[in-house]
């Protein structure tokens, strides 16, 4: 087999699933390829490097562990809509960090507080002050929370302490290791399965939902978050209810981690969602939406997630929306 077929056949693995090619991390790349194609060739690891090269595509790691053949996308910032900003604001300076904040955060903070005293998982301390003022209007309350990753179970434990004992946490992961992280006797709920597969998705949502909240702290990769999205927040988020994404910082290290796997990037999609919020105001102008002695339009042709973001919050690496029932927008001279 020469090295071009090797780059084929690599090619038609990557076209057969465009987000890119997945396989275990126990799995080293030779003998998954041998197994997949049962080939014998010598030197195959060498020769399947230099055939991705040649066929243009990479293979890295995602932050679920697993490794991928795929293509990945670098995100630019949009430079033509930063020059928008004053030369005051646009101007480079230096942002120090300083490491004296970490235990205001969390003693200061009463899901930081937890998390101190929970090991086995990592976070980026920022988020402390964002879990307070997004998730405390939910506490002592009946509610329903799906996180999306399980890791180590650290967050699982985190969330039944911070929401209380009325609460149900239900994680989800495709690592099998994480089922025996569940406690169910004290409202601790684990499911395996893809958060791109639908139909997996659909079933925790008439086990456990509609949640309250749902947060994805999954593989961080793009196509995943908006896949999780485009499933959860219609079907799976009760109305009223707060969808939280993190990590959104892969979005900009996608190149090098494999979280960017397309070139929609999540904060594409988040983008859109402002449009989205807006769009009624295209194509009908001002005397359309105000009460002023005339017949009001009666209705708009507008997207369905038009009807259904209340509002939409973003913090450094995080973005939370907010979702309701919302009329479309009324006006009413005094």
Known sequence: MSLRDVAVELAKLYCLNERGVAFSPRQSLSRWFKKVRQVKV????????????????????RADGFFVIGRLHKRKVDREALAALSPILEKRTEWSLNSDRLSTLLTGTASGKIWADIPGGHKWIDYF??????????RGKNTRILEIGVYKGASLRLWKK???????????DIDENCRSLGDAENGIQVRIGSQTDESFLNAVALEFGPFDIIIDDGSHAASHQIASFNILFHKALEENGTYF??????????????????RVSTIDLLKTLIDAQNIVFEKHSYSYFFISGRTLKPSFSVPLISTMVERITFYTSVAVIKKTRKAPPLGYHL
């Open 42 to 61: 010598i030197n195959i690891k060498q020769k399947i490097q230099r055939a991705l090269k040649l066929a243009s595509l990479r293979i890295y790691r």
């Open 129 to 138: 002050p964002i879990y307070d003022r997004e998730f405390s209007e939910y």
């Open 162 to 172: 911070f929401f209380g004992d009325k609460s149900t946490v239900v994680g989800i």
């Open 245 to 262: 994404i993190e990590d959104l910082e892969g979005n900009y290290w996608g190149d090098k981690t494999g979280q960017l796997d397309q």
